[in-house]
């Protein structure tokens, strides 16, 4: 399965020409306006940098290679009460699947991490605030066990919403020999991908 960065949160999936973009955004500080085609959208919530579907050019219905299954999660610790609810979807295809976290913003339960599953790679919002902070982001992550890790939703000047974390307090929790800091966007998951992948954003 390839993965491509758009930024934010968001993620162009492809399997066999198949095209998939999840959380698409709009009005997020520095990203350039978001222009891509896809015969899917998801979207883990109804906020503004994570829903922008008139973005995203719909492309003719072909069929799917992805499986798709959805764990309903929350977006704080009060049960939603602050921020809402929050979709995690696993996305199978190809013999792998990724778990696209949304913005978690709260520890799994024993019931959710079943739901999830076993998954070759996550998709983890790591700048706190609105998310799980980086401690509770490589918490997540240990907890579902995935081989794979790619952070999302933080700031990296000039791009990302001003009043959340960068990356680095999250990356400074793993081995430094298991973070690969990739020079563009896009990236294979595969049955044999390991540690922490951090895409470029390429404007």
Known sequence: MKLTWLGHSCFLMEQDSYRIVTDPYTGVEGYPPLSVSAHAVYCSHHHFDHDAVGCVT?????????????????HDEQGGALRGPNTVRVFTAGGVSVAHLGDLGHQLTAEQLSAIGSVDAVLVPVG???TVDAAGAKAVCDAIGARCVIP?????????LPNVAGVED????????AVCRLSGPSFEVTAETTG????AFLA
């Open 152 to 160: 999302m939703h933080y700031h990296h000047a000039p791009y990302g």
């Open 58 to 74: 719909i492309l003719s219905p072909v069929p799917s290679p992805f499986a798709v299954r959805e764990v309903a999660t929350c």
């Open 128 to 130: 706190g605030v609105y």
């Open 196 to 199: 922490v992948l951090v895409p």
């Open 170 to 177: 999250f990356l400074a929790l793993w081995p430094a020999d």
